[in-house]
């Protein structure tokens, strides 16, 4: 088995002589507040062993991340009755685009684009008493972490600011894809959004997309299929118009957010973390995605 803490502490030693670290995102007024200069790594393997470098134990503001987790809840809830209401397909466009949704009559391509996780939070709305506090349970749950929650300073940001959500959830309900009162919708997505965790937090609850569905207490909340198809979203959706990339220089399924994190995972062998809040282009971490290649490179470990 490889060492992975050498490994990761080579990694984060590599990266931090990396002059450019990318552009810390600034549309969401309080992500803008972060030091560019954070990165932090953290990987736990199939024998629950822990590593970790950098800024791993910091909490940061998980964002899209968060679709990951909010699709598993819903998946579990309704089971495959959610592919009625949202596609399966890459979607090859950036995160909050609009312009398939209208043209697909109002059918989001995929879960982890913006108006497919709205779709996830409206069901989420619908099958649950208290959407918000039962989310934030499952989180707990899946992390057996109690001290895990939401940041609302960054969920009133982004309720704020976010009009292309606005735009996308009354483009749902146009099409007749959103079942609750928008506004109620979106006050529990812009708060998945904002939930802050760690690198090691992050890294325990997507340990159940590498453990077949079971979490580290041996809980399983996922069955064998429904982690199968998460882990092939992840694969082909979970970094927007650069999936292909991720998939070709990373090769795991894996998901990022604008606050900087990217989640990914190699079945059966670890869950993995890493964050460093300057982005690139395409709205991914730029040392996280370097990070990751450089991982898959010297542990010779990818799904391919």
Same mark, same amino acid.
């Given at each position: 088995?490889?060492?992975?803490?050498?490994?990761?502490?080579?990694?984060?030693?590599?990266?931090?002589?990396?002059?450019?670290?990318?552009?810390?995102?600034?549309?969401?007024?309080?992500?803008?507040k972060?030091?560019?200069?954070?990165?932090?790594?953290?990987?736990?393997?199939?024998?629950?062993?822990?590593?970790?470098?950098?800024?791993?134990d910091?909490?940061?503001?998980?964002?899209?991340?968060?679709?990951?987790?909010?699709?598993?809840?819903?998946?579990?809830?309704?089971?495959?009755?959610?592919?009625?209401?949202?596609?399966?397909?890459?979607?090859?466009?950036?995160?909050?685009?609009?312009?398939?949704?209208?043209?697909?009559?109002?059918?989001?391509?995929?879960?982890?684009?913006?108006?497919?996780?709205?779709?996830?939070?409206?069901?989420?709305?619908? %099958? =649950? $008493? /208290?959407p918000? +506090? *039962?989310? &934030?349970? #499952?989180?707990?749950?899946?992390?057996?972490?109690?001290?895990?929650?939401y940041n609302?300073?960054?969920?009133?940001?982004?309720?704020?600011?976010?009009?292309?959500?606005?735009a996308?959830?009354?483009?749902?309900?146009?099409?007749? %894809? =959103? $079942? /609750?009162?928008? +506004? *109620?919708? &979106?006050? #529990?997505?812009?708060?998945?959004?904002?939930?802050?965790?760690?690198?090691?937090?992050?890294?325990?609850?997507?340990?159940?997309?590498?453990?077949?569905?079971?979490?580290q207490?041996?809980?399983?909340?996922?069955?064998?299929?429904?982690?199968?198809?998460?882990?092939?979203?992840?694969?082909?959706?979970?970094?927007?118009?650069?999936?292909g990339?991720?998939?070709?220089e990373?090769?795991?399924?894996?998901?990022?957010?604008?606050?900087?994190?990217?989640?990914?995972?190699?079945?059966?062998?670890?869950s993995?973390?890493?964050?460093?809040?300057?982005?690139n282009?395409k709205?991914?971490s730029?040392?996280?995605?370097?990070?990751?290649?450089?991982l898959?490179?010297?542990?010779?470990?990818?799904?391919?």
């Amino acid at each position: 088995m490889p060492n992975y803490q050498d490994i990761i502490e080579a990694i984060a030693s590599e990266l931090n002589n990396v002059k450019e670290k990318g552009t810390v995102a600034s549309y969401i007024p309080e992500l803008s507040k972060i030091d560019p200069n954070k990165f932090g790594i953290h990987l736990v393997d199939s024998q629950m062993n822990h590593y970790s470098a950098g800024d791993a134990d910091e909490l940061f503001s998980i964002q899209s991340i968060s679709k990951v987790l909010s699709l598993s809840k819903c998946f579990a809830l309704v089971g495959d009755s959610i592919w009625e209401r949202v596609d399966v397909e890459p979607s090859g466009d950036p995160f909050n685009h609009l312009s398939l949704l209208e043209f697909e009559n109002g059918i989001p391509r995929n879960p982890l684009i913006n108006a497919g996780a709205i779709v996830v939070a409206d069901i989420l709305v619908s %099958n =649950l $008493e /208290n959407p918000k +506090d *039962e989310f &934030l349970y #499952f989180i707990r749950q899946i992390t057996n972490d109690d001290s895990i929650t939401y940041n609302e300073k960054v969920a009133e940001s982004e309720k704020n600011t976010g009009f292309k959500n606005i735009a996308a959830a009354n483009l749902l309900k146009s099409y007749g %894809n =959103l $079942e /609750n009162d928008v +506004d *109620e919708v &979106l006050d #529990f997505y812009f708060h998945q959004c904002s939930i802050e965790m760690s690198c090691k937090q992050l890294a325990n609850a997507f340990y159940m997309f590498m453990n077949h569905g079971k979490c580290q207490r041996g809980k399983t909340y996922l069955n064998i299929n429904q982690v199968k198809r998460i882990n092939a979203l992840m694969l082909t959706c979970g970094f927007y118009d650069e999936a292909g990339e991720f998939a070709f220089e990373v090769g795991l399924p894996g998901k990022s957010g604008v606050g900087g994190g990217i989640a990914a995972v190699f079945p059966d062998k670890f869950s993995v973390v890493t964050w460093s809040p300057g982005l690139n282009l395409k709205g991914n971490s730029k040392l996280g995605m370097q990070a990751l290649e450089k991982l898959t490179t010297k542990t010779s470990q990818s799904i391919f």
